[in-house]
């Protein structure tokens, strides 16, 4: 067995009231069910109210940085979605994905691969969630927001649809290749390469690769806030805000600061209290390319 496989460590369960409180604020009066339209379900609604964004890590960074990275368990996670409509960077964002369709009764599991971009190390670099459904594993992937679960049967080419969130598979030697077209450069699709020998892994996996990011990463030094509506993308990183349309299209702007505050209250759906904690980006820092 490869050494993801057999880590062991304390894995997590999530409190039932939170579930409950979670699949309440996500409008879903029902627990789906444990099937792919339930599944659909599920995704689409943590899709449409969870985004991917480092505001927890950047206070955290801004702080005295002794206790764990913020996130990693998922019961802090949802609290403090649930209090600020904050997300997480990917370990966080997928590690409560997985959480909540496991609580659901559903085949989860965590895995883990390389998006491919340029000056970034390679090699484990990204969690992600497979559910298994009646033998056929359906990539749901909160950082790619595709609103629909991607079905990966080996050897054939797969696809959610068309539109904005739309998200494919291109059969590989290894598995796949899986491409994501960011809400801040429509024209550069990131491929995602999972790796089989960290499929599946558990939950110290992912505090462990998430614990790497202190030392490099995109996201500890500018501020980087994406949410995916079913009819558009909104993101603010640097100076900058960036807003797809349903047909694709891609408006660049530059916010002043009252005008960025606002809009991550009452567009990004983050508190108050959390915006005005955020710290100013650290000068000359890295982030994405294109931002």
Same mark, same amino acid.
């Given at each position: ?36 339209? %339930? ?35 998922? +019961?802090?996670?949802?609290? +403090?979605?649930?209090?600020? %409509? ?7 964002? +997928? %590690? ?196």
């Amino acid at each position: 067995m490869t050494e993801a496989k057999q880590r062991a460590g304390p894995e997590p369960a999530l409190a039932p009231a939170l579930v409950e409180r979670v699949l309440e604020r996500f409008g879903l009066r029902q627990r789906p069910k444990r099937d792919l339209a %339930g599944l659909n379900q599920l995704y689409a609604a943590f899709c449409g109210n969870v985004g991917f964004d480092n505001v927890q890590k950047r206070i955290w960074f801004a702080g005295a940085q002794k206790t764990p990275l913020p996130g990693g368990n998922p +019961n802090e996670f949802f609290k +403090n979605f649930l209090q600020h %409509g904050t997300g997480g960077t990917c370990w966080p964002l +997928n %590690g409560a994905m997985y959480a909540l369709a496991h609580a659901l009764g559903f085949q989860a599991r965590r895995i883990v691969g390389s998006v491919i971009v340029e000056g970034y190390p390679q090699g484990a670099n990204h969690g992600s969630v497979l559910v298994n459904l009646d033998g056929i594993n359906y990539l749901v992937d909160a950082w790619m927001a595709s609103f629909k679960a991607l079905p990966l049967i080996p050897g054939r080419p797969a696809s959610t649809g068309e539109g904005i969130h739309d998200i494919w598979a291109v059969p590989t030697e290894s598995g796949f290749e899986i491409l994501s077209i960011p809400g801040f450069d429509r024209e550069h699709p990131l491929p995602f390469r999972p790796e089989p020998e960290h499929d599946p892994v558990d939950h110290a996996f992912f505090l462990s690769r998430a614990d790497r990011t202190r030392t490099v990463g995109f996201f500890n030094d500018v501020l980087f806030v994406s949410r995916h509506f079913p009819d558009s993308i909104l993101t603010i990183g640097r100076k900058s805000k960036f807003h797809v349309a349903p047909d694709g299209t891609l408006t660049r702007t530059e916010p002043t600061e009252p005008e960025r505050r606002k809009a991550l209250v009452e567009e990004f759906g983050l508190s108050e209290e959390i915006v005005d904690a955020i710290p100013p980006n650290v000068a000359g820092a890295i982030a994405p390319p294109g931002l």
